[in-house]
């Protein structure tokens, strides 16, 4: 019998390693793996959400704090493994995280495939005027309010080192 998906959770201590090992397979390479390495060093993860299946983590995204604005999160990266890729795991782990930002009032940023973040609750019409180091066009944007914020944001160091 086919193991069912579990609840999104924060992540615990002593799952560092599958999550690591879910980055690789995910990823197919190792640069993902390394920016939450780096991320988790610099004390820039607000938080860490997976997905478990049959005890093991099937699905995981980090939430960092930006540099600016002051407040903001960044949610990179999402992974899901390639074996329960196609089961909506991402679209239920992003969209928790898109209610939870219009709940708490947070705004959270990510860059990536338009269409899958907007139909888990990102918005590329509220991100069109944030002046941002990665395409404009694959920035989206959740949180409170529909408005269309004018902001700079400048994304934790980790993001920039090789």
Known sequence: MRSMPGFMREMRRGEERQVDALLRRAFGGQDEARL??????????????????GGQVMAYAALSAMRAPKGWLCLA??????????????????????????????????????????????????????STPY????????????DTPQETLIYPAAFEDP
Do not use: N
């Open 36 to 53: 939450v390495a780096r991320l988790r060093k610099a004390g820039a993860i607000a938080g860490e959400m997976v997905i478990p299946t």
């Open 135 to 146: 395409p404009v066009a694959h920035t989206l944007l959740a949180g409170p309010g529909d």
């Open 77 to 130: 990266p999402v992974a899901v493994d390639p074996e329960a890729q196609g089961q909506r795991l991402g679209t239920r782990l992003v969209g928790m995280i898109a209610e939870w930002a219009r709940l708490s009032g947070v705004h959270v940023v990510v860059l990536g495939d338009v269409e899958f973040y907007q139909r888990a609750g990102f918005s590329a019409a509220r991100a069109a005027r944030l």
